[in-house]
């Protein structure tokens, strides 16, 4: 092909990157806001609620969250994107009705939750706002996807200023303000892409058959979501069983620091996956996505390295005393989400192939080999063992999904590949020995100008 794909992949990352980076930066100057005007119960009971919230949107909605961009970003779909839309905006009204009328007769039950309404209406606006804006995603509007992020993360922190800070509406406000600014989000990529205009106009010539073939993609990424969070959050329920409160505390600082390589991981996802989608029918996608496995992979070591180093310098000064016992789990939990994020770059072969129940297995063991490694570390090794649990978890279901996709996409590890192990076997030596301070200065220095070099090598190669 004439064009560089590989090029062009970059520049998709850098749009995805851009809008992750500005709409976490505003998100960020939220929590001073919220930790300042909010009591401890009220902002413990927010974030509960929405994790809820949010572990059951892709239930309410049948996750065609996922398979409204897998459908619409695909030129060679056999359904055309009239059609895949119509039925998505069917079935989120449709629900959305549904659910409004069970919370009618659920608030004989649950009246007594706090701002039980507001949740209702809350969980509505998440649903209808998840999957809307992979429908922007998948019909190609890549940079109007990520300034709707950015607004709708703008809309929370001017609407919490005024709820919170003039009107002291406290707890409410935040939930107001995510509610009132996904509504407006919805509205503005309405008017901008009139879709639910195109579902009116279109409901007559609308193919039905659609949905079975869409639903028949998405059902079976429902029990990921559980397997998901059997994984992530199950953990917290062994420390604090065999360790304890406090030790949960602990483990949640030396998280923080491992999901900044997370959200690092979700923009390059993010960008491969519509790559991937639109390069599988090339004839030597095989190449392809072998180089970009084998670059990512080494990438990720450097940086896992790099980050482990230089966090080895700062954490006394950012860190209180009080949890700098926490650093010894750095390097293990980059680890861990290093090989997350290749389970996942290998996650799109059943997206690619639209054959996504063949994931069930590998993601189904992965979770009941992390509670069952968690069982037996945790009361042993304590927060060692949920950092080692879940390295052996996510390096087996990369190991897994590296045979499991050749049906798909054959991917070859070449010798970049295990010039990361070599890297990595190293940077663990380097995150534990005792080393004087100048060594560390001087290794950071010169694995920034090695990674700096090697990022220019991969921008001026040409991948056809």
Not at 46 to 73: E, Q
Not at 154 to 175: H, P, Q, T
Request: charged share 15%; proline share 3%.
């Amino acid at each position: 092909m004439a064009k560089n794909r590989g090029k062009e992949f970059l520049n998709t990352f850098s749009i995805y990157a851009i809008g992750t980076i500005g709409a976490k930066l505003i998100a960020f100057a939220l929590m001073p806001l919220y930790t300042f005007f909010l009591a401890k119960e009220d902002m413990g009971y927010f974030d509960l609620s929405i994790t809820i919230i949010m572990l059951m949107v892709p239930f309410i909605t049948f996750d065609l969250r996922d398979g409204a961009f897998r459908y619409l970003i695909d030129k060679e779909c056999p359904f055309s994107p009239k059609d895949t839309i119509t039925f998505i905006v069917r079935t989120l009204t449709r629900n959305s009705v549904i659910i409004a009328l069970l919370s009618v007769i659920g608030y004989v039950y649950l009246s007594h939750l706090d701002y039980y309404p507001i949740l209702v209406a809350t969980l509505i606006a998440y649903a209808y706002y998840e999957v809307i804006i992979q429908v922007v995603r998948g019909m190609g509007h890549t940079k109007f996807f990520v300034t709707i992020g950015i607004i709708n993360t703008l809309l929370i922190l001017l609407l919490s200023v005024i709820f919170l800070v003039v009107f002291k509406w406290g707890v409410l406000a935040i939930f107001l303000a995510n509610f009132i600014s996904r509504v407006i989000s919805c509205i503005i990529i309405e008017c901008r892409l009139h879709i639910i205009g195109l579902c009116i106009r279109h409901r007559k010539e609308y193919k039905s058959e659609v949905g079975k073939d869409l639903l028949k993609y998405t059902i079976p990424l429902l029990p990921n979501v559980l397997a998901w969070w059997a994984i992530e959050s199950s953990s917290k329920i062994f420390i604090e069983e065999f360790l304890g409160l406090e030790y949960n505390g602990i483990f949640a600082v030396a998280i923080k620091f491992s999901n900044v390589l997370q959200i690092a991981a979700s923009i390059f996802y993010q960008a491969w996956q519509e790559t991937a989608i639109k390069e599988i029918y090339s004839k030597d996608h095989n190449r392809f996505f072998s180089q970009i496995f084998n670059n990512y992979f080494l990438l990720l070591s450097i940086t896992v390295v790099l980050a482990t180093i230089g966090l080895r310098l700062i954490y006394p000064y950012i860190v209180a005393e009080a949890y700098q016992e926490s650093y010894i789990y750095i390097f293990p939990l980059f680890i861990a989400v290093q090989f997350h994020a290749i389970g996942s770059f290998l996650d799109l072969a059943y997206q690619c192939s639209r054959k996504t129940y063949r994931g069930l297995p590998s993601i189904i063991s992965t979770a009941v080999l992390a509670i069952a490694l968690y069982y037996f570390t945790v009361s042993r090794w304590g927060l060692m063992g949920v950092s080692v649990s879940l390295i052996i978890s996510y390096a087996y279901l990369m190991i897994y999904r590296l045979f499991d996709t050749r049906f798909c996409f054959n991917i070859v590890p070449n010798r970049l590949f295990f010039l990361s192990l070599a890297i990595l076997a190293i940077g663990g030596l380097l995150a534990y020995l005792p080393i004087p301070t100048y060594i560390s200065v001087i290794l950071l220095c010169g694995g920034l100008v090695a990674l700096a070099i090697y990022a220019k090598r991969i921008l001026g190669t040409k991948t056809t």
